[in-house]
């Protein structure tokens, strides 16, 4: 028997689609409820489907909600549909592929696609050669229809069309897109392309057999008069240069000059998708010699392409200069996310590429020189361009730019001023060398641009100073440092928000370059900082907490005075008692007082113990909700873990900055039961921040930590795993913490750690900042139980020492080198191949302690007595003429 509807149940629907249309959210939630209930009755979704392709008599946005409705259905409860029901939406869908409107043939196309997914394509075996049929229809309708389905379908199933070895519909299917390349109507050729996309990233067989064929009609539509069909073919390319260059490289040169005048279509969309190549061919090896002889035609094109649109400076407010006052929508503000805690070791002055391993913060990702907008559009991706760009040839792209930027930076029009501005720190990073010389006469120029008369261009400039203060901080301070410093702060007080943001954001660039450098302003860099917290709107308040935090630890202990104190806290703290503990304004907050406690040290103790108490009952909280959530998930909601992370980390600096002073705090609260269940906590995050707590509690106040020692250190030992970079790297340096203060009984642990400490150190391609926490603490394993340790010596000596020469001198790396050398005591046979690398880590100490120094002579006289003159003086000859100068000078060797 066929299925038909019931005339009541049909009028009692098309009520409820009716009303589910009222803006009122009471009708809503009832609809929502009623919605539940019919769900009960098998046949409700033959009845949806019944409305959306049958029910002509109705207005289409009603049917196609009818749609959207059993599309929700069959992605909720799929797995529970009768058979029948399944059926009967089936083939009700594939009658309706070719509906005469547009919005219904999309609506089940969407329809199409999800049950695909959530049934998986094997149990729907007519759904392809069906589709593939209908492509061939007279009827456009069936036609587009079926297409529209099929790009669907190819870009939710990609992977199980290409798995699905059983029937390899690709083998049918690409062959068949292709036909329709040069297809009458624009929408189905545009239809193709963007089918047959789907499959290049992940390189799909059936398209590699067909590449020639696929590449020679992309050619053919490359100049369509469709914008869609021109993106999709941009789209295309760019994909391929990844996955295929071997094949675009006789052509190379065409696409080139293809993308040259893609970049510049009267379609924004079209040169955003061409101006991806750029960024694209940078990545390849054959970038500079393909690109050479375009560069001076390229170039310009990027640099138009970096100005505002007319259309960005409406949906900017461009020409809305003070906005101070107006409050922020909250959708405006986007989810902030924590970064938790690494402990890292800190660098020495003898870096082999003398560059730090984390400032990247400054990418062209983040100019967010349009909050609101911050969606990617063509000037970002012009920028970004440049900016790798100038990353591959260097100083060689400023013949080409220096004229430019000459022509725009001083036009009379502001957007194109602004978009010279732009230009110029886009380069920064790549032409670093050879715009030195410009310098002295461009940075002034920019600090005037900060008093410009137009926001954007007041904007913007921030982030191009911010991108040249590693020059202005390493120059006398007068010249440059103090004007810049002037301007910037006076900006942070804009009466236009865009150029507040972009002035902390500069800001606090500038304080990680110039670090100490700042103290002597410090009075005055608060006083404009705290003066900000009583102008700021919600959005900019949330960077304003980055630049103090920054500041804080770009500062460290000269913050820690009175006056400074008596200025920062009151109002942090007000905003810490104003805040609820569910408010994820507290991430930023916390985060920036736990920089400002390690900062103040004992000049935070006045207002420790609250914040102290908060963090500790935030984490319980979260603990409980987590442990409510696994018992009952339909009851309760997963807590969002970020604020037990955050305020295990603030815990963190607490102690740090507290030291001896947190002891009594910790010894009252129940701090360490907490740690023990955050410490296996599924969550990686949960789990790194808490071995940094534990490490920080170690050194504060031990005695808190010791009885918890046999359930700790095998924790510690099972998230020895380097696929979980921090989480490894925090659990290897707390156990060289505990290590140092639990002394000799550390022995009965080793086994627990130590094999997978060697195999960490001598795993190709472990981080640097692993590398040398590992180091530190198989040393410090050493120096508690040299007995049990120096056996495997053989294992890690080279790897040792290699990750320990390039780090200051402080008591980390003392430690590690005392038990380097009790352990060489022990076992001298365990050094003698690698003795090399021992000399050349023993050189890279500048002041060893005394005792130390008299220790490493002893071992290394002793090496040199034992193999005798001769073999020393041909085993000295290996070094190079730096290594042999410091030995002999420091140790007479």
């Avoid at 059936?206 to 993106?231: G, Q, S």
């Avoid at 039961?673 to 490490?695: K, T």
Wanted: proline share 6%; charged share 20%; glycine share 4%.
């Amino acid at each position: 028997m066929e299925w038909s509807p019931q005339e009541d149940g049909l009028r009692e629907i098309l009520t409820l689609l009716k009303e589910s249309q009222s803006p009122d959210t009471a009708t809503q939630r009832a609809v929502q409820q009623k919605l539940e209930e019919l769900n009960k009755f098998p046949d409700f979704n033959n009845y949806l489907m019944f409305v959306l392709t049958k029910l002509t008599s109705e207005d289409e946005p009603t049917r196609s909600l009818s749609g959207l409705i059993l599309k929700n259905n069959v992605k909720t409860h799929y797995q529970s549909l009768m058979p029948n029901v399944t059926d009967f939406i089936k083939s009700e869908c594939l009658q309706a592929v070719g509906d005469p409107s547009p919005l219904i043939r999309a609506t089940v196309g969407i329809l199409i696609t999800t049950i695909a997914c959530k049934g998986d394509l094997s149990s729907w075996p007519l759904l392809l050669p069906s589709l593939c049929n209908m492509l061939d229809s007279q009827d456009y309708n069936v036609c587009e229809g079926a297409f529209g389905a099929l790009q669907k379908i190819c870009e939710d199933s990609a992977e199980a069309l290409d798995s699905d070895t059983v029937n390899r519909p690709l083998d049918i299917l690409i062959p068949k897109f292709l036909q329709f390349f040069n297809h009458s109507s624009s929408k189905i050729r545009s239809y193709a392309i963007g089918c047959v996309n789907q499959f290049i990233v992940q390189r799909s067989q059936a398209l590699m057999y067909h590449i020639d064929p696929f590449l020679t009609n992309l050619f053919h539509v490359a100049a369509d008069e469709e914008p869609e069909v021109r993106k999709n073919v941009c789209r295309a390319l760019v994909m391929l240069l990844e996955v295929r260059m071997d094949r675009l490289l006789p052509q190379i040169e065409n696409i080139i000059e293809y993308m040259l005048v893609r970049t510049q279509d009267s379609n924004e969309g079209v040169a955003l998708e061409a101006c991806e190549f750029w960024l694209s061919l940078a990545e390849q090896p054959i970038c500079r010699n393909v690109l050479t002889n375009h560069l001076s035609r390229l170039i310009p094109v990027l640099v138009r392409g970096m100005k505002y649109s007319d259309i960005d400076i409406i949906l900017l407010k461009g020409d809305v200069e003070e906005d101070e006052s107006v409050p922020d929508k909250e959708e405006d503000i986007r989810p902030r996310f924590h970064k938790s805690k690494t402990h890292s070791v800190k660098m020495g002055s003898i870096s082999e590429n003398g560059t730090n391993d984390d400032d990247d913060d400054d990418d062209l990702d983040d100019t967010d020189d349009d909050g609101s907008l911050s969606d990617w559009n063509l000037r970002k991706c012009s920028a970004a361009a440049l900016d790798v760009l100038a990353n591959v040839f260097r100083d060689d792209l400023l013949p080409i730019l220096i004229p430019i930027l000459k022509e725009t930076l001083f036009h009379q029009e502001w957007q194109i001023k602004e978009s010279g501005i732009l230009a110029l720190g886009a380069i920064a990073e790549g032409c670093m060398t050879g715009m030195v010389g410009l310098l002295p006469e461009l940075i002034p120029y920019l600090i005037n641009c900060l008093s410009d008369k137009k926001a954007l261009v007041r904007a913007i400039t921030c982030w191009t100073l911010s991108r040249y203060s590693h020059w202005v901080v390493s120059q006398p301070h007068d010249a440059y440092l103090k004007p810049l410093m002037t301007e910037l702060l006076k900006r942070i007080l804009d009466s236009n928000k865009r150029v507040q943001e972009a002035a902390c954001s500069a800001f606090a660039t500038l304080e990680e370059e110039a670090c100490t450098e700042l103290v002597p302003y410090l009075g005055f860099i608060l006083e404009t900082l705290v003066f900000a917290f009583s102008k700021y709107q919600h959005k900019n308040l949330l960077i304003l907490y980055d630049a103090i935090g920054t500041l804080a630890d770009s500062v460290g202990p000269h913050l820690n005075k009175p006056d400074y104190i008596n200025l920062l806290m009151p109002p942090l703290i007000h905003k810490w008692n104003v805040l609820k503990d569910e408010d994820k304004d507290l991430f930023p907050l916390l985060e920036c007082l736990s920089s400002v406690a390690t900062a103040l040290q004992s000049g935070f103790l006045p207002y420790c113990e609250p914040v102290y108490c908060r963090c500790v009952s935030l984490v319980h909280h979260t603990l409980y909700l987590h442990m409510a959530n696994q018992q009952n998930p339909d009851q309760f909601d997963a807590p969002d873990k970020d604020f037990m992370i955050v305020a295990l980390d603030l815990l963190s600096g607490l102690a740090e900055g507290l030291n001896g002073h947190i002891e009594k705090l910790v010894g009252n609260s129940n701090i360490m039961d907490l740690l023990h269940l955050c410490m296996q906590d599924p969550m990686p995050e949960v789990r790194q921040s808490s071995f940094a707590l534990l490490g920080d509690l170690t050194k504060a106040c031990f005695q808190h930590v010791r009885p918890k020692i046999s359930d700790f250190l095998p924790i510690l030992g099972q998230n020895l795993n380097p696929d979980y970079i921090s989480v490894c790297n925090n659990a290897t340096w707390a156990i060289g913490e505990i290590s140092i203060k639990l002394g000799p009984d550390t022995r009965p642990y080793i086994p627990l750690v130590l094999n997978q400490l060697i195999d960490i150190i001598n795993k190709p391609n472990t981080p640097k900042t692993l590398l040398e926490n590992t180091a530190i603490t198989i040393g410090r394993l050493g120096y508690v139980c040299p007995h049990d340790v120096a056996p495997m010596l053989q294992q890690f000596v080279r790897q040792w020492c290699t990750s320990l020469r390039n780090i200051k001198d402080n008591d980390e790396k003392d430690s590690a080198f005392r038990g380097m050398c009790q352990m060489i005591q022990v076992n001298p046979g365990g050094v003698v191949q690698q003795f090399i690398f021992f000399c050349d880590a023993v050189a890279s100490w500048i002041t060893p302690k005394e005792d130390l120094k008299e220790v490493f002579m002893k071992i290394l006289h002793s090496f040199k007595a034992q193999v005798g003159e001769e073999n020393w003086k041909r085993f000295s000859d290996q070094f190079p003429p730096a290594l042999t100068e410091r030995l002999t000078a420091l140790y007479g060797v």
